[in-house]
């Protein structure tokens, strides 16, 4: 992935209220979802790029499907805990 593609990292924070909570540009947060999902790409890496939770970031993967080309399959839950018991 060249620089150039990377150039919205950090994302933009658009807003920060009382508790802390950011919220980022949607423009910003949608170039991260489809640069993670290109072979190779290491979401940690991504995330840390990004300066947010590589945990947010997975979230965001799965919330935001929606976004993505129909070439792509929506990403499944490799760390979802077993439901037998």
């Known amino acids: 992935m060249g620089q150039s593609e990377l150039e919205f990292l950090p994302l ?3 807003n920060v209220v009382a508790n802390g909570k950011r919220s980022f540009a949607k423009g910003d947060k949608r170039r991260l979802v489809e640069a993670c999902l ?3 790409v290491s979401v940690t890496s991504m995330a840390i790029k990004a300066g947010v939770n590589a945990n947010q970031l997975r979230r965001w993967i799965e919330q935001h499907s929606d976004w993505l080309p129909s070439r792509w399959e929506r990403p499944t839950r ?3 805990r077993s439901t037998a018991g």
Do not use: S, T
Request: hydrophobic content about 45%; proline content about 11%; charged content about 35%.
């Open 12 to 14: 933009r924070v658009i």
């Open 38 to 40: 290109r072979p190779g």
């Open 78 to 80: 490799r760390w979802a």
